[in-house]
DNA sequence: CGTATCCTCAAACGATCGTTTGAACCACTC
DNA sequence: GAGTGGTTCAAACGATCGTTTGAGGATACG
């Protein structure tokens, strides 16, 4: 039992770098077996299906992503202290930390792939296991941006969500020097993007 | 379908509309040329493969998109008086136009796709095609922006970048209402994009 | 030891993929 | 009317896809 527990891990781990590498459908099964150390039955007998695989992938990472995301948020939500800063920091800080100790560098990838499929269940899917997380931050931002309309703030925390995306899905466009230690460098890239949300958000 | 178009468009808009829907490897020839009308060898006849047949599916478009683009920016190009939002109105709305009178309302889904994909040889002829387009607005935005450094500038604009794709291949998070027309409708989603982004490229 | 349960393995399944082939068709010239 | 070049057609090609199968290995318990 504790055997299969390694080949799952296994399997899901491989599966992350071949989906963002080569999408969903581009990945094949026996790609992605040879690549894990397993035989080809291994994905039908412990997932079911490519489909559930899929699924699975995202979970893992949704699991540690969500569950960080509203520790930080519930530590500021609601003060009358809090800026718009501490906010975006709640949102962002979390996928960033994911990329570097959960061992997920490439799932913010997979994810920036899900948001160009416009596939049905996989939609479905990710709101199940996303939705009640964005509520929370969006109800947040709506209290500190009391002069927004309803309407001008899902605009602009959609405009945020996929500039958020293309950013951290596509790593290496500002690529570390060599000269800056990794978490300093994931700091200065926090401090970009939430620099660049926050003055999105408030546009007059 | 529109049996006086050529062979060859047909085939292109079908693509465009199917690349759009299912990605450039779950649409198949099969589906393709059926929903063309044409015959399923059509395809390497015109176009020799089916990689080729993507490129030239980017390529009609991107050649619209580039040239309305330039046109833009070369009437506020250098000027005294420009401002952040002129620039960004010259790169917004010709994008929007495309989505609607040059039939090509699926082609930023496409482009939306095209990022997520990480494939060298599509990325190689996007940055042959789009690449001097690139440069020339950001010599601009440099322009108006001097107290921001070159790096700075590259991260905002790859921000901005990913905010617009976003917005715009999503289309329908933000629906239209009975009560505006189609043109109102464009004009204030390009006042919305344009807003959110010129203060976010201003971001102290 | 026998047996039950969980797991792995090589092999095969039918389906679908992009591509190629060679014949047929069509408009046009000499 | 024979010939020519461009185009369309049904059919087939080999490759690869996700999935299934049935035999065998490993471990634990009686």
Redesign the pocket.
Known sequence: ????????ERILTAAEALFAQRGF?G??????TAAA?????????????????VEQVFKRRLDQLNARRLAALKQISGLPETTLEDVLSAFIRPALDLSHDGGGGLFMRVLARAFAEHDDSLRKFLSENYGHVMRQFTNEFARLLPGLSKEELYWRIDLVTGALTHAMSGFGIIQRKSDVSEVTHREQTAEHLIRFAASGLRAP
């Open positions: 039992m504790n055997s299969s527990a390694s080949t799952k459908e990945a094949s099964l026996r790609q992605l150390g397993v035989n080809l039955a291994a994905v039908n007998y412990h997932f079911g299906s490519k489909d559930h695989l």
